[in-house]
């Protein structure tokens, strides 16, 4: 009978073991067994609390998604300026956090989008995620633009987001938050200018 408190350890075990065995090996051959001894744990642990690999691949996924939430949310918290471009920077900041530019986020956010289009569970998860970021942009855009102008603006702060991202990602070389940003925020205030007084 395993320990009482033990879940929430060996589940968080498991999720970082899956992080660093998708970054050694990519997510098709990061095994159960490979899993499982990066975590110290046997096989039928995975099993127990996940029921397979892609119910601990989803759990992974959620995991990242959750800290890019709660980035977003404490630099949220901590703002002192209301405006619209405030909110719209630390949206930016939290998808560019070093929790989702390390290497083993980053290769596991690739597998992600790459299975999601051949599983359901992730592709469900990855749609909450794009509308997540899209209604967050215009929400804040909708702010000073009207609705079609926000509608647009989000869509475009959206896709340079991803786009920064995966350009990052697949160069092989450390992710350029700065740059990043700095481009991110030279397109907001491109269409945060465009409000009408």
């Not at 001894?37 to 959750?66: C, E, P, Q, W």
């Amino acid at each position: 009978m395993p320990k009482v408190g033990m879940q929430p350890i060996r589940r968080q075990q498991l999720i970082e073991a899956t992080l660093t065995a998708v970054d050694q090996v990519g997510m098709a051959d990061a095994s159960i067994a490979l899993i499982a001894r990066l975590a110290g744990v046997s096989n039928g642990i995975i099993s127990h609390y996940f029921k397979d690999k892609n119910g601990l691949i989803a759990a992974t996924m959620r995991y990242l998604m959750n800290a890019l939430i709660d980035n977003v949310t404490e630099r949220r918290q901590a703002l002192s300026d209301e405006s619209p471009r405030a909110h719209l920077q630390v949206i930016v900041e939290g998808n560019f956090d070093a929790s989702q530019v390390s290497g083993p986020a980053m290769k596991t956010w690739l597998a992600f989008w790459a299975a999601s289009m051949h599983q359901p569970s992730l592709h469900r998860l990855q749609r909450i995620n794009d509308h997540r970021l899209y209604s967050n942009l215009c929400c804040q855009f909708r702010r000073v633009l009207p609705l079609a102008e926000a509608r647009n603006a989000a869509r475009g702060l959206a896709a340079l987001i991803d786009g920064l991202w995966l350009r990052g990602a697949l160069s092989g070389d450390a992710f350029d938050t700065e740059q990043a940003q700095r481009i991110c925020y030279e397109y907001m205030d491109l269409q945060l200018a465009k409000q009408v007084s």
